[in-house]
């Protein structure tokens, strides 16, 4: 949940500076699942990106800039609405806020409830609360893997990769 005061939000921020965050996802592991990230979309007609970010400014924290907002304006920053399909998925990591957000576009949302996104939210965030961030990410790509599975599978084996796959860390 995020914090309402905001000068304790505002030192949580100040608290995870990028280079901090950057010690819990290792380039390695982040290559691995971007590669993940590819053969997933083998499987279904979504697009999906990650991104973790490590910490809002200072000015945003005090304009009082919402983890939702957020990832929507990563949702748009990075054109995942910006598909065929309309088959884009985000899933958003506020690390200084403790707090996972899954954007979907149109195209998904018509056939994929909030609360299965929320679950893998839930997910993802038991994880993190074990400091096991690189795990988090791992189950949260199996769960959103397998939901566009079951909604959205692949008739034929393509190789269709609209967006890239690249984790984004900022």
């Not at 996802?25 to 993940?36: C, N, T, V, W």
């Not at 769960?143 to 190789?159: M, Y």
């Amino acid at each position: 949940m995020q914090e309402q005061n905001k000068f304790k939000r505002l030192w949580q921020h100040w608290l995870h500076p990028r280079a901090r965050v950057e010690r819990y996802f290792p380039g390695a592991d982040l290559a691995r699942i971007s590669r993940k990230i590819g053969l997933s979309e083998q499987n279904h007609t979504g697009q999906i990106r990650f991104v973790i970010e490590s910490r809002y400014s200072s000015e945003a924290v005090l304009k009082g800039l919402d983890t939702r907002t957020r990832a929507w304006q990563w949702f748009g920053e990075l054109g995942v609405w910006d598909t065929e399909h309309n088959s884009g998925v985000l899933v958003y990591v506020s690390f200084a806020d403790h707090a996972v957000e899954i954007v979907a576009d149109r195209g998904i949302s018509a056939k994929v409830a909030e609360e299965e996104w929320q679950h893998v939210c839930q997910t993802m965030l038991a994880d993190f609360r074990r400091e096991a961030f690189v795990s988090g990410l791992v189950a949260g790509l199996q769960e959103v893997t397998q939901i566009l599975s079951t909604h959205f599978p692949r008739a034929q084996a393509a190789d269709f990769d609209e967006l890239p796959n690249e984790v984004v860390l900022r």
